[in-house]
């Protein structure tokens, strides 16, 4: 199959944003950028039609550095700036949503609350491997039944004598099939805690879940845990309540909004590209001024959602950022992106359904992203509460 984004990408940088990122940090971002043009988006579309992700790469993210990269050089990993972190997401997500899940979900969802919760034996059992790819971790929270209320889950455990005994099943879980170590999150005792589970423990099964219309190269599964035995050193100790996954998804939120922000420029620059060369009436359709009107709003919220990045990127470096900061910019960024998607695809008229162009995959995806990690109407209702003291969901 011949990708039409398949060339080197010149970036959207009306604001001249990369002046804002360091040595360090640029170079980052080029190299993810490189490998995407050359790796991820050759073959994108065709994983994508196929439902199947390049597992072949994650020797590739580990040789990057971009497997967990902001956490300590002590484990393994690359210790960037956050700043350095949401350019890999960024240029991860612009070659395809899955792609980047599987990075996020592995270094953010994973890793994270290993580093954050847990003991220092667990970090150094784990960390090092997951950075190496040697280990892929996943992370357990949603349920069947329980996505915007992970309080109400139903997955419980039991302490026993020499462990504790998992019960129950969770759902849309990335990289779930092929992880060797999830992080699962149960009430013991009815108060959630973390618990440690690898894939070969007794009474865990992960089965992928198929006929997906969206994040179609990402691998996603269900996990069941029938009466599953894991030992007392597996529990995180560092943490109990919802505090802990919800302090984890704000770290995964913040790299989707930076993520989200790569797919709006691969259909903006699509959109662009195709509008030049494409002849109706005589002339370019880019120089009709409907078509420029469109171009003009993507160029102007994709300028935005970057300098929502960039200031979110500062506050998280000075440690004032908080939840809502995040769920501002994930609402704000997923929606727009979604949108540009759109547009885009109406812009490319019948060949914006064709996987020969970036652009279809790219909405189809954004549909998932808009939702997962807190849909559009939660961070509303988050930002809702902080603006009026009310909360309207509980």
Known sequence: MIIKDAIAF???DFYDLDS???DEELMIRDTVRKFVDQKIIPSAGQHFEDGTFPLELIPEFAEMGILGPTLPTKYG?????DLAYGMIMQELERGDSGVRSFVSVHGTLAMYPIYTFGSEDQRQKYLPEMAAG???G???????DHGSDPGSMETTAVEVDDGYILNGSKMWITNGSVADVAVVWAKL???IHGFIVEKDTEGFTAIAQKHKLSLRASITAELYF???????????PGVKGLKGPLATLSQARFGISFGVLGAAMACYQAALDYTKERTQFGRPIASFQLQQAKLAEMLSEITKGQ????QLAKLKANGKVRPVHISLAKRNNCYWALNIARTAREMLGANGISLEYPVIRHMCNLESVYTYEGTHDIHTLILGQEITGIPAFS
């Open 10 to 12: 010149p970036g959207v």
């Open 20 to 22: 804002e990122l360091n």
């Open 77 to 81: 990993c690359a210790g960037v700036s």
């Open 134 to 136: 040697r280990m892929i």
């Open 138 to 144: 996943c992370f357990g929270l949603t349920e069947a």
């Open 189 to 191: 005792e009815g108060e």
């Open 226 to 236: 029938n009466d599953c035995k894991i030992p007392k050193a597996n529990i995180l």
């Open 307 to 310: 300098l929502v990045c960039q």
